[in-house]
């Protein structure tokens, strides 16, 4: 306990520059006086005690503006710059050597029951104002931008920007969120299209050709001459047939 309280005020020396003195950061710095109270509330928490924990915890609240529940788990050496507005839930659990500047929430979304709060790795900075939601884990060595909220897991060495947060650094080279590489080509597109309808027109040129050559196959041609045939043939018939009767008529038959 007592290297764990070392280490959570020498860390502010080391930190910030605008640390001065031992008298300065013992009575100007909420977020070592939160730290204070919740490592006394959350030694009591751990052994069972009811209310009281809770209770120091809304004191520290209300006199540094952090809020820290008895029941998260944060490491040594965690510096809490600034402070006023940041909430940590029941279930986080912050590594150590942690730097969190004020409004940073590391809360639920509402959702999940159980733990529902993040874990954070070693050596996280958590930017002023970002938002870490859900039970998501993010890694050592982590930087999340400041106004950003994140709520995916986030691998060791990255940085996180925005809403939704996304990696922009991943082990010190720059992450293209464009990803140029997997960027589809448009040009290879438009050809591929005009390749395809090419092979569709071709296709219906080969069946108007088939068409053309069964309507003038030999069976075919054959067939309609004999057709042509039957039909003069017929034809004949009749004029023939016409004159026997107009003989026979004449004749008086
Ligand atoms: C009184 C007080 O001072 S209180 C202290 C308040 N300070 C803070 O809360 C500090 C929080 N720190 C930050 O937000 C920093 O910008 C960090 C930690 C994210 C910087 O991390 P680095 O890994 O050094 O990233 P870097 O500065 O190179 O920025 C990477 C990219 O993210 C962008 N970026 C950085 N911070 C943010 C942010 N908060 N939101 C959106 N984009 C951001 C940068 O513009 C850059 O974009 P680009 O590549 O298109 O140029
Ligand atoms: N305390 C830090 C951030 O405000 C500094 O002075 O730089």
């Known amino acids: 306990m007592l290297s764990t309280l070392r280490a959570d005020f020498r860390i502010i020396f080391e930190r910030d520059p605008a640390a001065r003195n031992l008298l300065e950061v013992l009575f100007c710095y909420p977020g070592l006086q939160a730290l204070l109270f919740y490592r ?38 965690v510096f809490i710059d600034h402070g006023m507005g940041v909430v940590i839930g029941e279930t986080a659990i912050v ?50 931008g400041a106004g950003s909220v994140v709520l995916r897991d986030v691998p060791s060495n990255c940085t ?27 040009e290879a597109q438009v050809i591929r299209a005009l390749v395809d309808r090419i092979e569709v027109l071709e296709l219906q040129i080969q069946a108007l050709q088939d068409k053309q050559s069964v309507s003038k196959s030999p069976a ?21 047939d016409k ?11």
């Open 243 to 253: 004159a026997i009767q107009e003989f026979l008529d004449g004749a008086g038959i």
């Open 40 to 77: 006394v509330a959350n030694w009591l928490h751990l052994v069972g005690m009811p209310f009281i924990p809770r209770l120091i915890s809304h004191i520290a609240r209300f006199l540094t503006g952090i809020e820290i529940h008895p029941g998260a788990t944060i490491g040594q050496g």
């Open 160 to 186: 996180v920007v925005g809403i939704p947060g996304r990696i922009v650094y991943r082990s010190g080279a720059k992450v293209d969120p464009l990803e140029h590489n997997n960027l589809p080509d448009s």
């Open 220 to 240: 075919l041609v054959a067939a309609t001459s004999l057709e042509e045939q039957i039909s003069h043939d017929s034809q004949w018939c009749n004029l023939r």
């Open 95 to 144: 590594g150590d050597y942690a730097l969190i500047y004020q409004g940073v929430t590391l809360g639920g979304t509402g959702k999940e029951s159980g733990k529902r709060h993040p874990t954070l790795g070693e050596n996280v900075v958590v930017g002023a104002g970002a938002k870490v939601l859900g039970n998501i884990q993010v890694g050592n060595n982590v930087r999340i």
